[in-house]
């Protein structure tokens, strides 16, 4: 008998905690979002997601859900669901999965972020008929998932598709938050794109300035905006067209709150792109917006528990 009750999804990323009930065909019947907060500890982060799902969970038993799936920024260690986000210090090997089955008392299951996005994407959204999937998160981080074959890849350890940490600038790129220098997320995050417009002379003494602002002025025609979302979009198209080389894939679905910038920022990513994926078969790929747009990541939680065959093999 096909499922029919809804799940709980959750999303944890840099800069936003979201939870949502989901259907089981995949529509999001409800949600609720709050800015991921900074400058708490472990417990009070965990509190703060509490609050959230209780919010959202406001007159359901959660006995009465068919499981729930959660996705969170890595690295963590998988399946176990113990997180360590790079954008999110107050965790650092931090029970996830456990204390949301102690707190809720049904079946469990985390994945990275933006695998869940890939997974949502490719089960209701741009990747849906197609068998070779990357997707994208570009937020406060970039993080990436694959689909091949018709199959979420997890990898050795839970953490395939990582297209953040794909280097592409290894000379002359910053340094990156994982210890390398040059990756794609060093240069294309959100904070970072800031950094460098505010040493560019964009908003210099504007200590809460924002990727969301620095687009906004781009599409204004402000000319740092416009060089950096012309920079972020370049270090994706070399990391994509790596990727497409190495992963003969079919479509890109970019999400996070960067993909809104549009054409500002997939024009570069596009020129990049077709630059370095010279390949007759990597010619083929298409880089769209997630077709999901911000609920992305809660459909593709929810993927988590409703179509496990294809997306999680962790039990």
């Known amino acids: 008998m096909a499922e029919s009750r809804p799940a709980l999804a959750v999303d944890i990323g840099g800069t936003k905690l979201a939870a949502g009930l989901v259907e089981p065909a995949g529509r999001v019947l409800a949600w609720s979002v709050v800015p991921t907060p900074s400058g708490l500890d472990a417990e009070q982060l965990w509190r703060t997601l509490d609050a959230l799902i209780s919010d959202v969970l406001a007159g359901v038993d959660p006995a009465e859900l068919a499981g729930c799936g959660c996705g969170c920024g890595g690295p963590m260690e998988w399946p176990s669901g113990v997180v360590s986000p790079l954008n999110i210090p107050a965790w650092r090997d931090f029970p996830l999965r456990g204390r949301l089955a102690e707190r809720l008392g049904i079946p469990v299951r985390v994945h990275n972020d933006a695998i869940c996005l890939v997974a949502g994407e490719h089960w209701r959204g741009a990747g849906r008929g197609r068998g070779n999937v990357l997707g994208m998160v570009v937020s406060t981080g970039v993080g990436g998932g694959l689909v091949l074959d018709g199959r979420l890849v997890a990898g050795a350890s839970g953490n395939a598709g990582h297209i953040g940490h794909v280097v592409v600038d290894p000379?002359?790129?910053?340094?990156?938050?994982?210890?390398?220098?040059?990756?794609?997320?060093?240069?294309?995050?959100?904070?970072?794109?800031?950094?460098?417009?505010?040493?560019?002379?964009?908003?210099?003494?504007?200590?809460?300035?924002?990727?969301?602002?620095?687009?906004a002025d781009g599409a204004l025609g402000h000319p740092v905006g416009v060089a950096a979302?012309?920079?972020?979009?370049?270090?994706?198209?070399?990391?994509?067209?790596?990727?497409?080389?190495?992963?003969?894939?079919?479509?890109?679905?970019?999400?996070g709150g960067l993909s809104q910038a549009g054409p500002l920022l997939f024009g570069p990513l596009e020129e990049a792109l077709r630059a370095h994926a010279r390949l007759g078969f990597a010619r083929r790929v298409s880089v769209v917006p997630a077709l999901l747009g911000q609920s992305a990541g809660l459909v593709g939680a929810a993927a988590l528990i409703f179509a496990a065959d294809r997306y999680w093999s962790g039990d």
């Open 171 to 215: 000379d002359t790129g910053p340094p990156c938050g994982c210890g390398g220098r040059g990756c794609a997320e060093a240069i294309a995050r959100g904070p970072a794109l800031v950094a460098w417009a505010q040493s560019e002379g964009w908003r210099p003494d504007q200590s809460d300035a924002t990727a969301r602002d620095l687009a």
């Open 229 to 255: 979302m012309r920079r972020a979009g370049r270090a994706l198209g070399i990391a994509i067209a790596s990727a497409t080389c190495l992963c003969d894939l079919e479509v890109v679905s970019v999400g």
